[in-house]
Every structure is written in structure tokens, then in C-alpha cells.
């Protein structure tokens, strides 16, 4: 994996899955962290304001990917994917992790820190990052390169900047 920057936020509820997914990732040189909070459990925002921070953030440039945790991850999937140009995912668990990339070409996965243990939300992280869009499913990469196209195309039918 070349350079790339990853911009993380979470409310209250995923305050501490963010801090351990932060700090594995600034172990990792070939990794950038830009860490919207929140910063402390005694500054709480919540999800509606935190997502928003990262969307932007993969849509002007300044981050590469996004991970965003609250209590499920589902209040914040719901925010991320209101921004054009962002393709966020819940993911539980390492396969669904990996198969967001790999099929859904997701710049963004959100996850539930009421759901995810640390040490399993960081093998998610990483399982993600180490994978392409298609990689691993090269015999369907026309029909996922197609269906990314398709839903990109309902993205500039429905969505206005």
C-alpha cells in the first residue's frame, strides 16, 4: 500500500473503538491520520456532526478513506453516504470488511463501538486496507466494475452538489 491518508471520527459511543483504531493506524508509516474527534468522552458531538467532517474531508481531497464509529455504525452510514462521491459500508466482522472494498469499492466503512471489540475492530481496519477494488474476485470484476458504474450513475441522477 502506497502513502494514504485516513481521516477518523466517532460520538461518544464509539470514542474508544476510534482511539484504538487512531493508534494502530499511526503505528503504520504508510499511513496518515487525521483524526476529527472527538477528542475527549468529556466533549461529546454526535454522529450527525461527526460524519459529515470525514465526508467532506474524502470529498475535497484532503483524505484518501474514512472510518467512522458510533454505537452500531448505522447512524453514521446513513450520514456518510448522503455526501456525493462517498461509498460507506457497515462492516462487523473481517470479511465484511475486506468484501467492502473488494466489491462495493467502499472509501468509507463505519463500525459499532457497542459492537466491535478493539482488537477485532483493528483486524477489520486492516483487512480493508489491504485490499483492492475487485481484488480477490477478478473472474466478476467486469459485472462489480459495471454495478460501481451503475451506482455512480444513480449518484448523478440523484444527488446535487
Same mark, same amino acid.
Given at each position: 500500500?502506497?502513502?494514504?491518508?485516513?481521516?477518523?471520527?466517532?460520538?461518544?459511543?464509539?470514542?474508544?473503538?476510534? =482511539?484504538?483504531?487512531?493508534?494502530?493506524?499511526?503505528?503504520?508509516?504508510?499511513?496518515?491520520?487525521?483524526?476529527?474527534?472527538?477528542?475527549?468522552?468529556?466533549?461529546? #458531538?454526535?454522529?450527525?456532526? =461527526?460524519?459529515?467532517?470525514?465526508?467532506?474531508?474524502?470529498?475535497?481531497?484532503?483524505? $484518501?478513506?474514512?472510518?467512522?464509529?458510533?454505537?452500531?455504525?448505522?447512524?453514521?452510514?446513513?450520514?456518510?453516504?448522503?455526501? #456525493?462521491?462517498?461509498?460507506?459500508?457497515?462492516?462487523? $466482522?473481517?470479511?465484511?470488511?475486506?468484501?467492502?472494498?473488494? &466489491?462495493?469499492?467502499?472509501?468509507?466503512?463505519?463500525?459499532?463501538?457497542? &459492537?466491535?471489540?478493539?482488537?477485532?475492530?483493528?483486524?477489520?481496519?486492516?483487512?480493508?486496507?489491504?485490499? $483492492?477494488?475487485?481484488?480477490?474476485?477478478?473472474?466478476?470484476? $467486469?459485472?462489480?466494475?459495471?454495478?460501481?458504474? =451503475?451506482?455512480?450513475?444513480?449518484?448523478?441522477?440523484?444527488?446535487?452538489?
Amino acid at each position: 500500500m502506497s502513502h494514504v491518508k485516513i481521516a477518523v471520527a466517532s460520538d461518544l459511543s464509539g470514542f474508544p473503538l476510534k =482511539q484504538e483504531i487512531a493508534n494502530h493506524l499511526k503505528s503504520k508509516e504508510e499511513i496518515e491520520v487525521l483524526d476529527f474527534g472527538i477528542e475527549s468522552e468529556d466533549k461529546a #458531538k454526535p454522529y450527525f456532526e =461527526q460524519a459529515p467532517l470525514v465526508a467532506r474531508a474524502i470529498r475535497d481531497g484532503t483524505a $484518501d478513506r474514512g472510518i467512522l464509529i458510533c454505537g452500531t455504525g448505522q447512524g453514521m452510514v446513513i450520514v456518510a453516504n448522503k455526501f #456525493k462521491g462517498i461509498y460507506a459500508c457497515v462492516v462487523d $466482522d473481517i470479511f465484511s470488511g475486506e468484501r467492502a472494498k473488494i &466489491i462495493n469499492n467502499a472509501n468509507v466503512i463505519t463500525l459499532g463501538g457497542w &459492537i466491535t471489540a478493539p482488537f477485532l475492530g483493528k483486524e477489520i481496519v486492516d483487512a480493508w486496507l489491504s485490499v $483492492d477494488f475487485t481484488e480477490k474476485m477478478e473472474m466478476k470484476a $467486469d459485472f462489480l466494475t459495471n454495478a460501481f458504474n =451503475q451506482v455512480q450513475a444513480l449518484e448523478e441522477e440523484n444527488f446535487k452538489v
